[in-house]
């Protein structure tokens, strides 16, 4: 399989998870699992597109001039957490939740806080937007 190809790949699936969420109804498992599935999506993809760039700053800083981006890496603040669990009514818990405090260290918050009080399945949409611009996939 080609890098294009494993990118559309990831972008299929980054795809199939925000539809679930939509489809599922709010704090239902299928929801929560939606929600760790496209966290998972979302960092692999990321994980692919950084590794384009010509070094792991220059990412940086194209993710950092860019709401989407910096959404990205709010959600990617996530990895290795169950996200589903910083979820009530469909948006992300508050950074000042004591439950996201106990669930991520000062570096995750501060990168938690871009996506904070937003609706879960618009920032999916958002991060999926930008990676999609960063791959040369958008409109594919």
Same mark, same amino acid.
């Given at each position: 399989?080609?890098?294009?190809?494993?990118?559309?790949?990831?972008?299929?699936?980054?795809?199939?998870?925000?539809?679930?969420?939509?489809?599922?109804?709010?704090?239902?498992?299928?929801?929560? $699992?939606?929600?760790?599935? +496209?966290? *998972?999506?979302?960092?692999?993809? @990321?994980?692919?597109?950084? /590794? =384009?760039?010509?070094?792991?700053?220059?990412?940086?800083?194209?993710?950092?001039?860019?709401?989407?981006?910096?959404?990205?890496?709010?959600?990617?603040?996530?990895?290795?957490?169950?996200?589903?669990?910083?979820?009530?009514?469909?948006?992300?818990?508050?950074?000042?939740? $004591?439950?996201?405090?106990? +669930?991520? *260290?000062?570096?995750?918050?501060? @990168?938690?806080?871009?996506? /904070? =009080?937003?609706?879960?399945?618009?920032?999916?949409?958002?991060?999926?937007?930008?990676?999609?611009?960063?791959?040369?996939?958008?409109?594919?």
């Amino acid at each position: 399989m080609s890098d294009l190809e494993y990118l559309a790949t990831l972008l299929a699936a980054l795809d199939g998870e925000i539809a679930r969420i939509s489809a599922a109804e709010s704090g239902s498992d299928e929801q929560t $699992s939606a929600i760790d599935d +496209a966290a *998972d999506a979302t960092f692999r993809l @990321r994980e692919k597109v950084k /590794a =384009g760039y010509p070094g792991k700053k220059a990412y940086y800083i194209a993710a950092s001039t860019d709401p989407n981006g910096i959404r990205v890496e709010g959600i990617s603040a996530l990895h290795g957490k169950h996200a589903h669990e910083l979820v009530r009514d469909g948006g992300w818990m508050h950074a000042d939740s $004591s439950t996201v405090l106990e +669930a991520l *260290d000062d570096d995750r918050i501060s @990168r938690y806080q871009a996506i /904070a =009080g937003r609706g879960v399945a618009q920032t999916f949409r958002d991060s999926r937007e930008y990676l999609a611009a960063a791959t040369g996939l958008a409109d594919k």
